[in-house]
């Protein structure tokens, strides 16, 4: 499987940015797809998450200004941001983790996109 992230970019505050996240390879199987973000000299964070059903989860920050939903038929989850901050900057990836199945909880990893909120 492998996962191409973009739609980032440079935005100035209270702006909003849709990142998308595509799928290929093996992708009839369960999983649950996810965003994360790393602020630059700071951990990864996870934003929020989605699975074949549609049932979301955010981390308890990201719930307002966040959203993530998928279209399974185009093996795409989004990330819709809105109200952007200068401390939202950071590069965002995209997670795939497999549910059930012989390689349940093989996790895959997309390359990154860079978003950079200007104050």
């Known amino acids: 499987v492998q996962l191409q992230a973009s739609g980032g970019g440079l935005v100035q505050a209270g702006g909003s940015l849709r990142l998308s996240c595509t799928a290929s390879?093996?992708?009839?199987?369960?999983?649950?797809l996810s965003w994360y973000r790393q602020p630059t000299g700071k951990r990864r964070e996870l934003i929020a998450r989605?699975?074949?059903?549609?049932?979301?989860e955010y981390a308890r920050s990201m719930r307002v200004r966040f959203t993530i939903y998928r279209e399974n038929g185009q093996n795409t989850v989004y990330l819709q941001m809105s109200d952007l901050r200068p401390e939202d900057t950071g590069v965002y990836l995209c997670?795939?983790?497999?549910?059930?199945?012989?390689?349940?909880?093989?996790?895959?990893w997309g390359g990154g996109t860079l978003v950079t909120v200007s104050s």
């Open positions: 989605i699975k074949d059903d549609g049932a979301t």
């Open positions: 997670h795939d983790v497999q549910l059930g199945g012989k390689d349940d909880g093989t996790e895959y």
């Open positions: 390879g093996n992708t009839f199987r369960e999983n649950a």
